[in-house]
C-alpha cells in the first residue's frame, strides 16, 4: 500500500489565496474613486450595500444589466495591453441601462483566469474603476475566480453587472412617434462588438497585432483595442432636458437590428447613409473582407454608437447640448409609418 501524502495546500492546486487577498488590497483606491451618493460600505463583505434614498430617488424602479467584451478580449490578451478593456465591460453594461431612461447606481465585476496574475488582474479592475467614474456609477463589489484547469495560460474571461434606477414614470421609450428626429452619436472606433469578424478580418489580411495600424497612428492592436466609448452622462442630461422619446445603444446586429428594438408596432425609421462619415477602421476591414453594405449595417456600428428618437420641435436644442458635452452629433433619419430600417444613400 503506497504511502498517503499529507500537507497538501490550496496553492497546490494552483489557486493562491494571498495573491487574491492582494489583489483586494490593492484595487481598493481604485474602487474608493467610484464612490458616489448611496453607497453604504466599501469591499470585502459577503454582498454590497446601496442607498436608493440617499441617491435622490423617492419611488424608484430599478433596472438591471449585464454583459461582456466578448472575443475584444482575445486581442488584449495576446498584446498584453489590458487596460482599457475594463472599460469596455462598464460602457456595455451602463450604455443598455441609460437606453431604459435609468441612472447607472453600482457596477459588480466577475474576473475569471487560470492562474491569478495579480498585476495584470489589477490593471483590469483599475479600467473598471474608470469605466465607472466617467459613467458616475460605483463599483462596490465583484468576484475574483482563479480556476486552474479551466483557463489556458495567461487567459481570462470578464463579466459585468450594472444596476440603475428611474423615478417611476420615466421609463423609455416612451412617446415615440412618426416625424421624430434621429441623432446619431459617433461611436470612437468598433467597441465591443464583432470581434470575432474582425479577427477572421486581420488573419486575412496578414498582418500581426504589432504591426503598424493603416488607418492611424500606433500599432494595430492599440486601434483594435480602443475603448467603447461611454454615453451616460451625456444621454442622461439630453433625457432631462426632455424631448428624448427613445434611445438604442448601437452593438451586435448594428443599426439594422439595435433600432428597431426600441420602436413601438407599426414604425419604422428611415436612415440616411450620406449623414456621416464611415470611420476608417471600418473602410479599412471592409476591404479585407469585401462584404456587402448590409453586412457592415448589421454587424458593426459603423460609426455611431448611439441612436436617439427626439421630438422635432426639440431636436436643436438636444443637438446642441449634445455637442457642447462633447459629442459628435449627426441628424441621421426620421421615424416614419412601416418596419424596421429603410436605408438611403450609401456608406462612405
Known amino acids: 500500500m ?7 495546500t490550496y496553492a497546490d492546486a494552483g489557486v493562491d489565496i494571498d495573491a487574491g487577498n492582494a489583489l ?30 440617499a441617491a435622490g430617488y423617492s419611488d424608484p424602479i430599478l433596472v438591471g ?21 475594463g472599460i469596455d465591460l462598464v460602457a456595455m453594461c451602463v450604455n443598455d441601462l441609460v437606453c431604459q431612461g435609468a441612472e447607472p447606481l453600482f457596477f459588480l465585476d466577475y474576473f475569471a483566469t487560470g492562474k491569478l496574475e495579480t498585476d495584470k488582474a489589477a490593471r483590469i479592475v483599475e479600467g473598471i474603476a474608470e469605466g465607472c467614474v466617467r459613467a458616475g456609477c460605483a463599483l462596490i463589489g465583484g468576484e475574483t475566480a482563479e480556476m486552474p484547469g479551466m483557463y489556458p495560460a495567461g487567459d481570462f474571461d470578464l463579466a459585468g453587472f ?17 416625424g421624430d428626429i434621429l441623432l446619431g452619436l459617433a461611436s470612437d472606433g468598433v467597441h465591443s462588438n464583432g470581434y470575432s469578424l474582425v479577427r477572421k478580418l486581420v488573419e486575412i489580411s496578414g498582418l500581426d497585432w504589432q504591426d503598424d495600424c493603416p488607418w492611424a497612428t500606433g500599432t494595430l492592436g492599440e486601434a483594435l483595442l480602443t475603448p467603447t466609448r461611454l454615453y451616460v452622462k451625456q444621454a442622461l442630461a439630453a433625457v432631462r432636458a426632455g424631448g428624448v422619446h427613445a434611445l438604442a445603444h448601437i452593438t451586435g446586429g448594428g443599426l439594422s437590428e439595435n433600432i428597431p428594438r426600441v420602436l413601438p408596432e407599426g414604425l419604422g425609421v428611415a436612415v440616411d447613409l450620406d449623414a456621416w462619415d464611415l470611420p476608417a477602421v471600418f473602410g479599412w476591414l471592409n476591404e479585407q473582407g469585401g462584404m456587402e453594405q448590409s453586412e457592415l449595417l448589421k454587424t458593426f456600428n459603423c460609426g455611431i454608437g448611439m441612436v436617439l428618437a427626439v421630438a422635432p420641435d426639440r431636436a436643436a ?7 457642447e458635452a462633447g459629442e459628435r452629433v449627426c441628424r441621421m433619419g426620421h421615424v416614419i409609418a412601416g418596419e424596421g430600417v429603410i436605408y438611403s444613400g450609401r456608406l462612405k
Open 65 to 85: 444589466a449585464t454583459d461582456g467584451v466578448g472575443t475584444k478580449l482575445r486581442i488584449a490578451i495576446d498584446t498584453g495591453n489590458v487596460d482599457g478593456v
Open 24 to 53: 483586494v488590497d490593492r484595487i481598493k483606491p481604485a474602487a474608493k474613486r467610484t464612490d458616489r451618493p448611496g453607497v453604504m460600505a466599501g469591499l470585502g463583505g459577503f454582498g454590497a450595500l446601496f442607498d436608493l434614498k
Open 162 to 178: 450594472a444596476v440603475g434606477a428611474m423615478d417611476r414614470g420615466a421609463e423609455l421609450p416612451a412617446g415615440v412617434a412618426e
Open 317 to 323: 436644442a438636444l443637438e446642441a447640448l449634445l455637442s
Open 2 to 8: 503506497s504511502e498517503r501524502r499529507n500537507g497538501l
